[in-house]
């Protein structure tokens, strides 16, 4: 039988080893979780900085993706963070002077610099895509301002693999890119459900683009071949695209198109001899049923200003003016299709901005549904006379631009349901995310 001496004398030998045993465990624990960490799947990140040199205006996106690794992550790339910023006017507003397109995107560059880690600068891309501004630009304008922003970028920190790829993007790029962007937002790109799929309407400036899946391989031939894509993204995401780009028919084109003016490839612009005339000096002055006769404005296009009158004496001008609308809209032939119309639309761009000057959207909102008609609705007050806005003269134009695209253009039912956003969960809505994702997909034409 153990005294009480040998009992205690075990007791504390055993708390002399226990700090031993425990520092023993800890290391061992320590050991374990570093070990898991280096063979357990980590994130990766990169940055992408897409400069987006809009007929309006330029703007910069630097976005900040996850890439979870490992076989259960499919390839997903999570957008993790953005900064954006802008500025007036657009780089084709420099033709005359085109090494000042290239500072006038320093603050934008700056803004770059200052939203990517230095640690990161050698292997973020820059995406650089100048869209219908430049497009409209006679050739030789369009590639001083391009040969003056290559240099512009070539001294940035960033990595530009081809400084040939600095040019004007295609109508179909900026479709297809706006349509990636959409999905990806929404978190539909992974989605192999083609009735989730969505038709995107981005109203620029300049051009207008409308993007939709094509859900049966003999629905092909309702299109024109030119006008159908593939695009694969990641190992195994296939879809079948249709995409258009109508160049002429953005916003501030439409309005030019609507008071008389046409803008021709090459940036020449010709004019109604019936809507304009030419003032003694020389300068043209445009005549428009759109506004009344004791009202004129003046019109900014690239770097022409015109002199628009009123011709009409009606109190209500939307009749008059939404025929001459019409005419316009009509003259696009675009395209009509129960593949586009059956499918959620998402309009962005000048679409929310149209939406926004006429109240339809509260100025703290960033995406509302509305119905096709309410464009037309907010024309019935903003063509009266009394409800013209001097800040924004030309929104009863608009708003029936808008709803002839909607309606005579791609044949949408009064009643029909619109996505019209800037944001998407929180993120800006354009072709910006597609470019920055351009390394996770490709597209070739479909036939």
């Not at 009480?4 to 023993?24: G, N, Q, W």
């Not at 349509?179 to 989605?191: P, R």
């Not at 969505?198 to 031939?221: C, P, Y």
């Not at 926004?356 to 960033?366: E, F, G, H, N, V």
Request: charged share 20%; with cysteine.
């Amino acid at each position: 039988m153990k005294t009480a001496k040998e009992t205690m004398h075990r007791f504390l030998l055993k708390l002399s080893i226990l700090p031993t045993i425990i520092a023993i465990g800890a290391i061992s624990y320590t050991y374990i979780v570093q070990f898991h960490e280096q063979t357990s799947p980590q994130p990766q990140d990169f940055y992408s900085v897409v400069f987006d040199a809009g007929s309006t205006g330029s703007r910069v996106t630097v976005f900040h993706f996850l890439k979870p690794e490992g076989k259960d992550q499919d390839s997903r790339v999570i957008l993790d963070k953005e900064v954006f910023h802008s500025v007036q006017p657009g780089i084709s507003f420099y033709a005359n002077k085109p090494s000042d397109a290239a500072v006038s995107l320093t603050s934008l560059m700056n803004t770059a610099i200052k939203n990517v880690p230095e640690s990161y600068y050698n292997d973020t891309s820059i995406n650089f895509k100048a869209t219908a501004g430049l497009r409209l630009l006679p050739e030789d304008k369009a590639l001083a301002i391009l040969h003056e922003v290559k240099y512009f970028l070539k001294r940035s920190p960033f990595l530009i693999s081809d400084l040939d790829k600095v040019t004007v993007m295609s109508g179909v790029e900026e479709g297809l890119l706006a349509w990636v962007s959409v999905h990806f937002l929404l978190d539909l790109i992974w989605d192999d459900n083609i009735d989730n799929s969505v038709t995107t309407f981005d109203l620029g400036g300049g051009s207008t683009q409308i993007t939709f899946e094509v859900s049966k391989r003999e629905l092909f031939k309702h299109f024109d071949e030119e006008d159908l894509y593939k695009l694969t993204f990641g190992r195994d995401l296939h879809f079948n695209i249709f995409t258009k780009s109508y160049l002429g028919f953005g916003l501030k084109s439409a309005r030019l198109g609507v008071l008389g003016g046409q803008e021709g490839r090459n940036g020449q612009i010709t004019y109604d001899p019936v809507k304009t005339k030419r003032s003694p000096s020389g300068d043209i002055q445009m005549l428009t049923p759109c506004l009344h006769t004791q009202q004129q404005y003046n019109f900014t296009h690239g770097d022409k200003i015109y002199l628009v009158k009123g011709t009409n004496e009606n109190h209500d001008m939307l009749a008059e003016c939404q025929k001459v609308v019409f005419k316009f809209v009509d003259s696009a032939k675009i395209v009509q299709s129960e593949e586009l119309s059956r499918r959620d639309i998402n309009l962005f761009s000048y679409f929310f901005d149209v939406a926004r000057w006429a109240k339809l959207i509260p100025w703290k909102d960033s995406h509302e549904v509305l119905q096709v008609q309410d464009y037309l609705m907010a024309a019935q007050k903003y063509c009266l006379v009394e409800h013209m806005n001097p800040k924004h003269p030309y929104l009863c134009i608009d708003l029936l631009y808008v709803h002839s695209l909607l309606t005579v253009g791609i044949g949408l039912h009064p009643e029909k349901l619109l996505h019209v956003e800037t944001k998407i969960r929180g993120k800006e809505v354009s072709w910006s995310v597609g470019a920055a994702l351009s390394n996770e997909f490709t597209y070739s034409k479909l036939l």
